[in-house]
C-alpha cells in the first residue's frame, strides 16, 4: 500500500475510535505505528535479505504481539501495536500466511525476485 495510504487510513480510524469512544489518543504514535512495520521491514530487507519483498519481520503477528506486550507495560505504546496491527491488515498480510505467521510455519521468509531496480525501486514506493 502506497505510504499515504496506511498514514492516512490508520489516522481516519483512531479519529473514529476517539469521536465514538471518547478515549485520548496520542496521534504521533499511531502516525509511527501506522508506517513502522515498513520502517523496520525495508531498510533490513535491503541489506540482510536482497531478494526478499519488503516484508518480514515486522509484517509478522509476532512483532505486532511483542509491540502488544511492551504496550502493557508502557499503556501509550499500545497506539503503537494498534497502528501496527492495522498495517498488517491494510497489506492483507493474511494472504501470505509464510510471513505474517511467522516462525511458526517455517524459519523462512518467502523470496520475490526483481527483474529490475527500477521495478524494484517502484515496488517499495507503491507499498
Request: glycine share 6%; aromatic share 16%; charged share 20%.
Amino acid at each position: 500500500m502506497i505510504l499515504f495510504g496506511h498514514i492516512g487510513i490508520t489516522l481516519g480510524i483512531a479519529y473514529l475510535i476517539k469521536t465514538k469512544l471518547k478515549v485520548k489518543i496520542d496521534y504521533r504514535r499511531i502516525f509511527i505505528g501506522s508506517i513502522l512495520p515498513d520502517i523496520i521491514d525495508k531498510p533490513v530487507e535491503m541489506i540482510l535479505l536482497p531478494l526478499n519483498y519488503g516484508r518480514i519481520f515486522g509484517h509478522t503477528l509476532l512483532f505486532i504481539f511483542i509491540l502488544l506486550l511492551i504496550g502493557l507495560k508502557y499503556r501509550k505504546s499500545l497506539f503503537l501495536s494498534f497502528a501496527s496491527f492495522l498495517h498488517l491488515i491494510e497489506d492483507r498480510m493474511w494472504n501470505e500466511p509464510k510471513t505474517f505467521f511467522w516462525p511458526l510455519l517455517g524459519f523462512e521468509f518467502p523470496a520475490k525476485e526483481h527483474s529490475s531496480f527500477y521495478e524494484y525501486i517502484s515496488k517499495i514506493l507503491s507499498e
